[in-house]
């Protein structure tokens, strides 16, 4: 929650909690394309607020902003000790700090 209090989309937002994005009744986990749809609920293809990567069309944009803006980052404090392995592997956490990711910008062009 702290994560996501610390991004411009909570900040400048009125109303937005967790059930913004998240229905607590269905498993929805994988479905980059429903959470999208609910991220263009604000931001609007021809809106200030798009995301600026022109590099792509808008309906493209449309169906993943998640992997972009909220990548799956290695964990500080989320660890995996694989079978026959020595050290432990960090878990990949997708971020709730919402924002303009510059390595993930590079990765679509």
């Given amino acids: 929650?702290?994560?996501?209090?610390?991004?411009?989309?909570?900040?400048q937002s009125q109303t937005m909690?967790?059930?913004?994005?998240?229905?607590?009744?269905?498993?929805?986990?994988t479905d980059m394309q429903t959470f999208s749809t609910r991220c263009m609920t604000?931001?609007?293809?021809?809106g200030p607020q798009f995301c600026k990567?022109?590099?792509?069309?808008?309906?493209?944009?449309?169906?993943n902003?998640?992997?972009?803006?909220?990548?799956?980052?290695?964990?500080?404090a989320i660890t995996l000790l694989a079978n026959g392995e020595q050290s432990p592997t960090p878990d990949s956490v997708r971020t709730h700090l919402i924002a303009v990711y510059a390595d993930m910008v590079k990765r679509m062009k």
């Fill in 1 to 11: 929650m702290q994560l996501l209090a610390a991004s411009q989309c909570f900040l």
């Fill in 17 to 29: 909690n967790c059930s913004t994005c998240h229905d607590p009744h269905v498993s929805e986990r």
């Fill in 42 to 46: 604000c931001h609007q293809p021809d």
């Fill in 53 to 63: 990567h022109r590099g792509k069309p808008s309906a493209v944009l449309q169906q």
């Fill in 65 to 76: 902003c998640v992997d972009c803006h909220m990548p799956a980052l290695p964990s500080g």
